[in-house]
């Protein structure tokens, strides 16, 4: 911000700090600049313009008088006597009103520019007031459609150009009348046509006045190329009798039939697809037929909507899986009566060490979704080691929280290297509906030796569920 110089400070830069506040304001030449109004101003370097930027008027510049009436040029006062109510209106003679005895009346030529006025206006006229309250748009054509009212129509380029011809002849023309359609026009009689089309006598007489040989051969010959050629298969149609509601149908070769064509019948016979006409049947895949049709998509292009039928097998190509439609749970299965093999698989590769008393093998776990109503055959497997020989190891599977099955291995081997064969244990279950989770136990029957699971990548522990039938023939 521009400020003055501070006595005492501001060595050596006083010049330019003054400067810099004298161009606030003033110009470089000296000259003050104009103070705009929003800081008291004017904005303007003369009184003209300082008016005309303060919204001042002519009068501005005007005079009052110093006592008394205003004189002309000068600003009337308030107390000017001629700003009165005491002064009475001069009375308007009731003679002069347009009823009176002397009503006042003014010529044209009394009223500037009256007659010049006038003399530029159209006379008021019905036809141009009803063409006036048209509204135009482009190729429309004004008529009159009674007196006083008028209309709009279409007016196409054909239109136009047969309106700008000067005669009938080029009328024709415009419409594409050819020379020698235009000579049979103008003819008065079927007479005068046929001499303009040269035509002689016997284009009045019958095909019978003339023989193979006589001058109606080409006619003839004409005639027959026109007609349909005989065929037998039409022949055998031309031989049936036609009537209301029957059907036309080859019996044979040569030989045809008619039968009954009932509204049902024609209903079907106009659909254009088999879906059409299962509509038509008021037939539904699934509830008032079997369905034996396998449809063949992938995983992301299964049949959704009005297609969706109880039954309704599917392929898919990309899983390689055959599915069913059970519409009871709205969900796609394998069929219901087939072993579905595998649903999980983990193969273990991580042992558990330190087992002394009965403990969950880490990581040795499955949860899967059970369906209802069906079994399930589980597995488990480990190898052991123990640093004693003679020790029994136990390996225990839980499935639902429950054992359903144990095995004991009695470990003869002890040492570095030394690795029992390996535990299995199997169980069928047949789980409720929902979230299953099957785990491996392990525990030290006996011994006293440090015993571990002994599993790696080429040698793995693991659980294994497979889906080996229904337990019911209902499906869950």
């Known amino acids: 911000m521009a400020r003055l110089p501070v006595p005492g400070s501001d060595d050596g830069t ?49 005079d009052t008088p110093a006592a008394g009436n205003a004189a002309v040029g000068e600003v009337v006062k308030g107390d000017d006597t001629r700003l009165t109510d005491s002064r009475t209106p001069t009375t308007h003679a009731s003679t002069h009103a347009s009823a009176g005895a002397d009503p006042v009346t003014l010529a044209q030529s009394q009223v500037t520019n009256l007659t010049t006025d ?22 429309k054509l004004p008529y009159f459609t009674g007196s006083g009212t008028a209309a709009l129509t279409n007016i196409t380029t054909a239109g136009r150009a047969l309106i700008d011809d000067s005669d009938a002849d080029t009328q024709l023309s415009s419409l594409g009348v050819t020379a020698a359609g235009k000579a049979l026009l103008d003819d008065a009689s079927t007479a005068a046509q046929r001499t303009t089309l040269g035509l002689g006598t016997a284009a009045q007489s019958a095909t019978g006045d003339f023989d193979a040989a006589g001058s109606a051969a080409a006619a003839q010959a004409a005639a027959i190329a026109a007609s349909q050629p005989l065929d037998s298969e039409l022949t055998a149609i031309a031989g049936l009798t036609s009537a209301a509601d029957k059907g036309i149908q080859f019996t044979g070769a040569g030989t045809a039939a008619t039968f009954d064509l009932t509204t049902a019948g024609k209903a079907l016979l106009d659909d254009a697809s088999a879906t059409a006409q299962r ?18 998509c992938t995983s992301s292009t299964r049949p959704t909507g009005g297609t969706l039928h109880d039954g309704l097998t599917i392929f898919e190509t990309d899983t390689k899986e055959i599915l069913v439609y059970y519409s ?31 403990v969950d093998i880490t990581s040795q776990s499955i949860t899967f979704t059970a369906i209802g109503n069906r079994y399930y055959r589980v597995m488990g497997r480990t190898y052991w080691f123990s640093s004693t020989a003679g020790d029994y190891a ?82 869950a």
């Open 14 to 62: 006083w010049g330019d700090i003054l400067n810099e506040y004298l161009l606030v304001e003033h110009n470089s030449d000296g000259t003050q600049k104009t103070v705009p109004i929003t800081k008291g101003g004017t904005g303007a370097t003369d009184a003209s313009t300082a008016r005309t930027n303060l919204g001042l008027g002519t009068a501005s510049t005007k």
């Open 118 to 139: 006038l003399g530029n206006k159209q006379p008021l006229d019905s036809e141009l007031t009803a063409i006036a309250g048209l509204t135009s748009a482009a190729d």
């Open 279 to 296: 509509t038509t049947l008021g037939v539904i895949i699934g509830t008032d037929v079997q369905s034996l049709q396998y449809v063949i």
């Open 328 to 358: 009871a749970a709205a969900v796609w299965r394998r069929p219901w009566t087939m072993p579905w093999g595998y649903i999980s698989y983990l193969p273990i590769t991580t042992g558990q060490g330190s087992i002394t008393s009965e």
């Open 394 to 475: 136990r390996l225990i599977l839980h499935a639902g929280g429950s054992q359903v099955a144990e095995d004991t291995t009695y470990l003869t081997l002890a040492g570095v290297g030394a690795q029992s064969p390996a535990t299995d244990v199997i169980a069928v279950i047949n789980p409720a509906a929902g979230a299953y989770t099957v785990k491996l136990r392990a525990v030290r029957v006996t011994g006293s030796g440090t015993l571990s699971t002994s599993v790696n990548s080429t040698r793995p522990g693991l659980i294994m569920v497979e889906d080996i039938g229904p337990s019911s023939a209902t499906p």
